[in-house]
């Protein structure tokens, strides 16, 4: 199904007995004719052992000579070598690596010049059977072209996934009404079977035949859609489970051409009633997942349940997108989930039938790597937590554009000719399905335990063989260390593996934890250990210096020396020896960082020539300069400053800088930056009157270009509001009670179903400031207070969200999108875009309820909102969410641009007092 951004989803307003844990198993080998697990499609990049990566260079021309690198994820090479290519046809190389995923760059020289090209591939451990609860959503009901069953088939068995969810909507499988279609289902069901492959039909959405093809809103409709699933069924017997819808609670699906259901808990519950009662009356073996709700509503998902909905599924089902933030929520999330069902006094399976990540190049998004990881961490968790399936969202990139968010969820991506290539999350994900092998069960995986061993760490537990699996990630990069008899087995995100063993004297294998989580198996048990041997601390990284760190060899509890090497990409890097009950500290460098952007270094240390640590230094390479563009009050006049700062540790050259505002053009040339020095300069705006847009370019002495490009928006003195200067303590306690008041909800737009006036939903507010942060105030009346949603979801509480950028209103391309909300008795706080996302810093924010006022404080950094205050103007905008305990009634607005819509330009502007 397709996914949208989580305010999508703010237009909606709003049997006693268990029954047995069910799950979706693939069966352990394939169908006749079928390839089964283990088995991918060449053109794919996909190899499984023994079968050893053989690679199609591409853009060759007859007679180039071809270097190649192949490097691992993070940009350490592993191997290189060269070749020339083929007179005729295809040139192909065989790659001498193991276990893991790969870059693999070419550099082409023949007689019209270089050129450079790069390919990705996986080479994957063999796997007897898919993993039942493992799971992937795809898009084969949009057809076969790109949508290939016989090409995507093999590779998501070759994964070790077991289950695809999917579906024919009823729009293409009852064309006429009474007249059905099936095709198109049967024909990729069929691949799937042929591949060992199980599938969840999804039941959805709406049909011209029915309600005016609105979603079904009448007892017609919903009779409708109920003879479409028993059809469904009919002509696919050997379905085992559907799904009932997908997403209702918000519009892109629950108000299809404005249903009057608009998303409403209790027309889907009568849906789901009409629906699963018709299908038992045919098929009784039929299980039913439901209802697939877009993050985690619990008092949309109370509402369906007070109504009875429990009596009709055999797992409840919801989709807990967050991105870009981690998934550290997601656990309580399930338990919330699951601390209601078990309120009525029955057991029903989890799931999560769809949940991913996007690496497109927007704002809501994160890279390959940290895709990646997600999937892996959230997998886990689910599992841990008691979820018996789970779905990434979904399998290929549905395009080929990095811009824009929607096509960019894929564990593979499209390329031409109808293959693909592996993306870093469709390695770590097929890795992890190889780890649960011993847990599996044909329900789910089963038995994973998480805790958190150390601060910032988390270790799921894979039960099933003998000593220990831990898996092990944290969220910033961590020294960490495990006591080991004899040796054991660490295992990457991508599946490479190396044997490690205890240091002598100490018992332990030291290791640096990341986003990306790696694996430890031991035949033995496995404890945390106290002290950390080995740790490896980057360093910060500016492009064409040095990526350098410190090694520290912890000794203060031996009672020998110990000597050390410390190695990277197949060299020693350094040699330390640590007097006993001493540390030694050496200075390293691995290279010199040669690109912008994330940067990570491996590094294995050895005493007495056996493997007794796995290091990792994480870089984010910027470059030396960096050119800032701002809009400025400067002496009261409105300006765009242009500052180039050096950072770096030399003086940096710039033979050239432009800028052009408008039709108004200008530059400067020869300019010396010295090391930790900054060159400014203000361009006026005087006589501009509408947006107008700007482009700066800064040429550095390497050839390489800065640039920065936007657009300047002048508001006239009149209409800029101002900030005060003071700081408030953040305590739930309006300071400002007496002091004139920024704004008003009189002033804002009530969004709101049934609005019963001032004492319903009302509020006032204050904005302030000082030299380190912003400075909110809201005293809201609400008249009755609800708040059970946590984390990303807390917008559908009563609940404070508000967004602020940088300039004035209508400059700013990205900003900040941040909420606070009372949750059990204490504040929970939600950046949804902005520098990071997630959760505020401890003490950002405060939230009290005295009566029927509740006191929101929120104190958020300059540097966390990622604005540069001494420029002087803001934009700004908010709302309060309105929630009286059966799901969220609506909003009040004041300014714009949040609920509605997500606009800077419909922000109001502010100037920031001295």
Aim: with cysteine.
């Amino acid at each position: 199904m397709k996914r949208r951004s989580f305010l999508a989803a703010s237009a909606a307003m709003a049997s006693t007995v268990a029954v047995p844990g069910f799950g979706l198993g693939a069966q352990p080998a394939a169908a006749a004719g079928g390839t089964g697990p283990g088995a991918a499609p060449a053109a794919s990049n996909v190899f499984v052992e023994p079968a050893k990566p053989r690679l199609t260079v591409p853009d060759a021309r007859p007679g180039d000579r071809i270097e190649v690198t192949v490097s691992v994820p993070g940009g350490d090479p592993v191997w290189s070598g060269s070749l020339t290519a083929a007179a005729s046809g295809p040139t192909r190389i065989t790659v001498p690596v193991g276990r893991g995923y790969y870059t693999a760059t070419y550099q082409l020289t023949g007689a019209s010049g270089t050129v450079t090209a790069t390919d990705t591939f996986c080479v994957l451990g063999a796997i007897a059977a898919t993993i039942p609860g493992l799971g992937v959503n795809t898009h084969f009901g949009f057809g076969p072209d790109p949508w290939d069953p016989t090409v995507l088939s093999p590779l998501i068995a070759a994964a070790g996934i077991a289950t695809v969810r999917d579906t024919e909507e009823w729009w293409g499988a009852e064309p006429a009404k009474g007249s059905y279609d099936f095709s198109l289902y049967r024909q990729y069901r069929a691949s799937l079977v042929a591949n060992g492959l199980t599938d969840l039909p999804v039941l959805s959405f709406n049909n011209a035949n029915y309600d005016g093809g609105a979603t079904p809103y009448t007892d017609a409709g919903r009779a409708g859609f109920a003879q479409y699933a028993v059809e469904l069924v009919r002509q696919n017997p050997q379905v085992a489970a559907v799904e009932i819808f997908n997403e209702f609670n918000i519009p892109t699906f629950g108000a299809r051409g404005g249903s009057p259901a608009n998303c409403q808990p209790d027309y889907y519950f009568l849906l789901l009633k009409a629906t699963v009662t018709e299908l038992r009356k045919h098929y009784p073996h039929l299980r039913y997942v439901a209802p697939a709700t877009s993050g985690v509503p619990i008092d949309w998902l109370k509402a369906v349940f007070d109504q009875g909905g429990l009596d009709y599924v055999d797992a409840v089902s919801v989709h807990p997108y967050c991105y870009p933030a981690a998934p550290e929520q997601l656990a309580q999330q399930l338990q919330q989930v699951d601390a209601l069902i078990r309120s009525y006094g029955v057991r029903r399976d989890l799931w999560i039938s769809e949940l991913g990540w996007t690496n497109a190049t927007t704002q809501l998004s994160v890279d390959a790597r940290t895709q990646a990881a997600y999937a892996v961490q959230s997998a886990a968790t689910a599992y841990a937590t008691g979820a018996r399936d789970f779905f990434w969202y979904d399998f290929m990139d549905d395009g080929t554009d990095s811009g824009e968010q929607e096509q960019n969820f894929g564990m593979v991506r499209m390329v031409s000719g109808g293959s693909t290539r592996p993306k870093p999350v469709y390695a770590a994900y097929a890795n992890l399905a190889r780890q649960l092998t011993a847990a599996a069960t044909p329900s789910g995986p089963a038995g994973l335990k998480n805790d958190a061993p150390a601060e910032g760490v988390t270790r799921t537990v894979i039960p099933g063989r003998p000593g220990a699996t831990w898996m092990l990630w944290a969220a910033d990069p961590t020294p960490f260390a495990v006591t080991v008899e004899g040796s054991a087995v660490f295992t990457d995100t991508y599946g490479a593996a190396v044997r490690v063993f205890a240091a002598p004297g100490s018992g332990t294998f030291s290791l640096t934890l990341g986003t990306e989580p790696v694996y430890l198996t031991s035949p033995r048990p496995l404890a945390v250990a106290g002290s950390v041997r080995h740790q490896l601390t980057a360093h910060e990284a500016k492009r064409g210096e040095d990526l350098a760190a410190t090694w520290l060899v912890d000794n203060t509890g031996g009672d020998r020396p110990v000597t050390a090497k410390l190695l990277s990409g197949g060299r020693i890097v350094a040699t330390a020896v640590a007097a006993p009950g001493a540390t030694a500290s050496t200075e390293v460098a691995f290279g010199t960082a040669d690109a912008v952007g994330r940067r990570t270094v491996h590094a294995s240390v050895t005493e007495q020539d056996t493997v007794v640590a796995r290091l990792a230094a994480e870089y984010l390479v910027a470059e030396p300069l960096t050119l800032s563009v701002l809009h400025v009050l400067k002496d009261g006049q409105d300006a765009l400053r242009v500052r180039v700062a050096n950072s770096g540790s030399t003086d940096q050259g710039v033979p050239s800088l432009t800028w052009t505002i408008g039709s108004v053009h200008a530059s400067a040339s020869d300019l010396t930056i010295a090391a930790g020095a900054v060159d400014e300069r203000f361009v006026s705006l005087t006589g501009l009157t509408t947006k107008t847009p700007y482009q700066v370019e800064a040429t550095m002495d390497d050839g390489a270009t800065l640039s920065a490009a936007g657009d300047v928006v002048v508001v006239a003195a009149s209409d800029l509001r101002h900030i005060p200067r003071r700081t408030i303590t953040v305590d739930g306690v309006n300071e400002l009670a007496g002091s004139p008041r920024t704004g008003t909800s009189s002033e804002g737009t009530v969004v709101m179903t049934g609005y019963q006036g001032a004492q319903d939903l009302s509020f006032d507010f204050w904005l302030s400031h000082d030299a380190d942060r912003l400075y909110l105030t809201v005293a809201a009346t609400d008249d009755v207070h609800n708040g059970s949603a946590i984390g990303d979801q807390i917008w559908q509480n009563d609940s404070l969200q508000f967004a602020v950028g940088a300039g004035t209103p209508g400059e700013a391309r990205t900003w900040n999108e941040i909420g606070a909300s009372l949750v059990g008795g204490a504040a929970s706080t939600w950046r949804w875009s902005g520098p990071s996302t997630g959760a505020l810093p401890a003490g950002g924010a405060a939230v009290v309820r005295s009566g029927t006022t509740t006191t929101y404080e929120v104190g958020i950094a300059w540097s966390d909102l990622g604005i540069d205050p001494s420029g002087g103007l803001i934009s700004f905008s908010m709302l309060v969410n309105d929630n009286d305990g059966q799901g969220r009634k609506g909003y009040i607005e004041w300014a714009s641009g949040i609920g509605d819509s997500k606009d800077s330009a419909l922000f109001k502007g502010f100037v920031l007092d001295a």
